[in-house]
């Protein structure tokens, strides 16, 4: 059986990204669960030191489905392979986008409407698609290994991180997931 070969270099820009018929940008990611069922995988953001997140990013056109990009996503950031054992659902962002349209069509946010109306909200950031993966393999080299840290976490940990940080559909894919409470 061929081995497949991953790049150690990380997709970077929106160029290729795709979005959902409201707007929303199409985010796909990984509940990494260990074997034992006891943790889940954690890394650290870019954008925030000891600010601990999901390993996820944007579903792109290049990719046949949203497991493709989040198995992507998960070696990546986290240097991790595995099985996705499961769809987690879709999460919608919870963080109210508060620009006002601006003259902005909602079903077509990227085309100027003289109708729209300038009290209208944007359409949500983000719709993410988790998937929960038992972990196979944790590399020691990966494409963000010099950006990123990662740590394992019990659900308790993750959890208490996911409240504190204000990240409630990190939150609402762990308490989907099997890791052991």
Request: net charge positive; glycine share 4%.
């Amino acid at each position: 059986m061929a081995q497949c070969v991953r790049s150690m270099e990380a997709r970077t820009g929106r160029t290729k990204q795709r979005y959902a018929s409201d707007g929303s940008r199409l985010v796909c990611g990984v509940v990494a669960v260990s074997k034992d069922k006891r943790k889940i995988l954690v890394v650290e953001s870019t954008q925030r030191k000891n600010h601990w997140v999901l390993p996820k990013g944007g579903f792109e056109t290049d990719e046949a489905t949203p497991e493709d990009a989040a198995l992507r996503e998960a070696w990546e950031e986290a240097g991790i392979t595995g099985q996705i054992t499961r769809a987690l659902g879709e999460i919608p962002d919870p963080r109210i986008n508060t620009s006002i349209s601006n003259n902005v069509n909602i079903a077509n946010p990227t085309t100027a409407s003289a109708t729209a109306s300038p009290t209208k909200l944007l359409p949500n950031k983000s719709l993410f698609m988790f998937f929960e993966v038992n972990v196979e393999r944790e590399e020691s080299k990966w494409p963000e290994m010099n950006k990123r840290m990662r740590r394992w976490l019990t659900f308790e940990e993750a959890t208490k991180c996911f409240q504190q940080m204000g990240r409630p559909e990190l939150l609402e894919a762990v308490k989907r997931s099997s890791v052991l409470r």
